[in-house]
């Protein structure tokens, strides 16, 4: 069996891991309120219908907060701190990542930063990362 | 129910709390519960409701030889055990249950391996598939992630929160209990190691073993039990987040479900802020008590760093707060309510070891899932 922290999706969450798969960040938006939601859920957290949709979001965000983790989970295989970041997704919804692709300091981390979405591998799957908009992982 | 409805009679920590070698997380629950118990001068037989938090109700009823006809495990983190007496209230009052105990043992420091905390890591959990596998085993790295952000919307300083750790270690210098009593200094805080930038690790709760227990029941017969009945005033509670971080919060830097259970507690006891005597805001990290005074309306946002900076919550200030030294000083198994509501207890009963003068109203907020959950008591003296 996988290590514990490898994420292990569910019948409802599967549309997500295929979307990190084929390199997409995809996902869930109500067809009636059209409001787009994290976590994933066959129904939708702000007017509770069932007709929901998966959309490929745009990757664009912004950083909203974070903290600088001494010491990772040795999975990641950092050789130093790692930004563990609230970020919050240009559709709306907040999620819990990492930023990537810049030095792991207050300086380079700066709040509401631009960002993009992009994956990185963690064991045997990929997962999401964002790293500063103006450059490419 | 009312105001004072229900009293709890029955109050006691574990024997010995800090480092407990060799007594597990259940062995630390049924001292606790033994001592709280002898505490009401009540035996097993007179209970007939139970809450075991983290544990199979089974195991601890059976092994204290409880037969319960209402029980109740609410687990949302470490405030479970305020939902919990919440929830007892509710039965007794409904008549489910007569007499309720409300157990919490939890070996943090010395038997983690036979420590079930509350397993937000469920293969196939929201937390598992999105959260956890960033800010990993380590509560540090989830239940901060707002400060940053905090500190330069607010301009709160780093030594404005590495204050809120000395404040606290004052009250801990009053307290034979607590596991840190040395004097602290903003120097020592900011040059203790960096656990999660900005927070070091005397930002930090300790990582103790501790167990305690609550009895509980209608206040008509509260006058029979040997010690001051401590009376329920008021509760709430509030839930927001769905993933185990903060990313499920809508607003964390103000999250709603703070003025949620805060309000719901007040209103119930009919009390206001300037009614407060003495008041518990649990510390996991120090942030915790900044964001709870804000959130609670004790002070306005933004103002809570400078507030205990002016030494308004610490020894001769007019809003004591923390008083046994809290999570960073006193000790913290890795779930702290049970350990602030039973400060709170103490110091309403006029029998804790930092005591402040005639605390008639006390207020208890705690947290829990590292920033989704919450519960606000409102514990008095007299009932109204």
């Known amino acids: 069996m996988a290590h514990p922290l490898v994420p292990v999706p569910t019948p409802e969450t599967q549309p997500y891991w295929d979307g990190v798969a084929a390199g997409e960040l995809r996902l869930p938006r109500c067809q009636d309120c059209a409001t787009a939601y994290f976590p994933p859920s066959p129904i939708c957290p702000n007017c509770t219908s069932r007709a929901i949709e998966w959309f490929t979001a745009s990757g664009d965000a912004s950083l909203y907060s974070y903290v600088l983790h001494q010491r990772p989970a040795k999975l990641w295989n950092a050789d130093g701190p790692m930004s563990v970041a609230l970020i919050a997704l240009a559709e709306g919804p907040m999620v819990l990542s990492t930023v990537i692709g810049c030095p792991q300091t207050p300086e380079s981390l700066v709040l509401d930063m631009p960002l993009r979405a992009t994956f990185t591998p963690f064991e045997e799957i990929k997962v999401l990362a964002f790293v500063p908009a103006e450059a490419r992982s | ?384």
Request: hydrophobic residues 40%; glycine residues 14%.
């Open chain 2, 1 to 384: 129910m009312r105001p004072g409805d229900i009293a709890i009679v029955g109050a006691a920590e574990s024997t010995d709390i800090g480092t407990v070698p060799n007594v597990s997380s259940t062995g630390l629950a049924l001292d606790g519960a033994a001592n709280a118990l002898a505490d009401a001068g009540l035996t097993a037989k007179d209970i007939d409701g139970i809450t075991t938090g983290y544990f199979p109700v089974a195991d601890i009823s059976r092994q204290l030889g409880i037969f319960p006809k209402w029980c109740d495990n609410t687990v949302v983190g470490g405030c479970s055990w305020m939902f919990q007496l919440r929830n007892a209230a509710a039965a007794i009052s409904a008549g489910y249950c007569n007499t309720v105990l409300i157990t919490y043992g939890e070996s943090g420091r010395s038997t983690r391996h036979l420590t079930n905390s509350g397993d937000f890591g469920v293969r196939g959990g929201m937390a598992q598939q999105f959260d956890l596998l960033y800010g990993a085993g380590m509560p540090a790295a989830m239940f901060c992630l707002p400060v940053v952000r905090y500190m330069r919307d607010y301009g709160l300083t780093e030594e404005q929160l590495a204050y809120v750790a000395v404040a606290q270690r004052k009250w801990a210098a009053l307290t034979p209990r607590a596991s840190r009593r040395e004097p602290l200094t903003v120097s020592d805080v900011l040059n203790s190691p960096m656990v999660t930038w900005p927070i070091r690790r005397d930002m930090c709760c300790l990582v103790s073993d501790a167990g305690g227990a609550l009895v509980v029941t209608s206040a008509d017969r509260a006058k029979d039990f040997p010690r001051p009945p401590v009376y329920l005033l008021g509760s709430g509670g509030g839930l927001e987040a769905g993933l185990a971080s903060p990313a499920g919060v809508r607003d964390p830097l103000h999250p709603e479900f703070i003025r949620t259970s805060g309000r719901a507690a007040f209103e119930a006891a009919g009390i206001t802020h300037g009614d407060v005597d003495h008041l518990m805001i649990y510390d996991a990290f120090a942030h915790n008590p900044i964001f709870g005074l804000e959130g609670l309306g004790f002070v306005g946002r933004g103002e809570a760093g400078a507030f205990i900076a002016e030494g308004h919550t610490e020894p001769g200030g007019n809003l004591p707060m923390n008083t046994n030294g809290g999570g960073m000083s006193y000790a913290h198994t890795g779930a702290y309510g049970m350990l602030c509501m039973l400060e709170s207890i103490r110091q309403v009963r006029g029998e804790a070891a930092a005591q402040i003068p005639d605390v008639d109203i006390a207020v208890c907020h705690g947290w829990g899932g590292f920033w989704s959950a919450c519960s606000t008591l409102v514990f008095g003296a007299q009932r109204p």
